[in-house]
Nanobody
Framework: QVQLVESGGGLVQPGGSLRLSCAAS????????MGWYRQAPGKQRELVAT???????NYADSVKGRFTISRDNAKNTVYLQMNSLKPEDTAVYSC?????????????WGQGTQVTVSS
């Protein structure tokens, strides 16, 4: 089992930057993949970015070139650097962990952090 705690959200003007952090309660070294998702009011949750334990990354088309996901295994933390923010990036951002144990998979979620992009 793993607990995830997000931080770094807040209010930022369009064109600004934020860095979100997702701190895990245990080592993330062997976690299969970790990711960031977001949910805006009245919309379904959507994938933002994922990073696998081999370092490979995947991004939603809407954030490519603006957002960067990274992981620091020594700190058990995954980051989401968000640049050139737009009002449509406003959402609750949640971190998740995809943990594989043999043939079984387990998904864990953090509580989320609010990001608001507004002038």
């Amino acid at each position: 089992q793993v607990q995830l705690v997000e931080s770094g959200g807040g209010l930022v003007q369009p064109g600004g930057s934020l860095r979100l952090s997702c701190a895990a309660s245990r080592s993330i070294f062997n976690i299969y993949a970790m990711g960031w998702y977001r949910q805006a009011p009245g919309k379904q949750r959507e994938l933002v970015a994922t990073i696998s334990n081999d370092g490979s990354t995947n991004y939603a088309d809407s954030v490519k070139g603006r957002f960067t996901i990274s992981r620091d295994n020594a700190k058990n933390t995954v980051y989401l650097q968000m640049n050139s923010l737009k009002p449509e990036d406003t959402a609750v951002y949640s971190c998740n962990a995809d943990v594989r144990v043999g043939v079984d998979g387990y998904i864990y979620w953090g509580q989320g952090t609010q990001v608001t992009v507004s002038s």
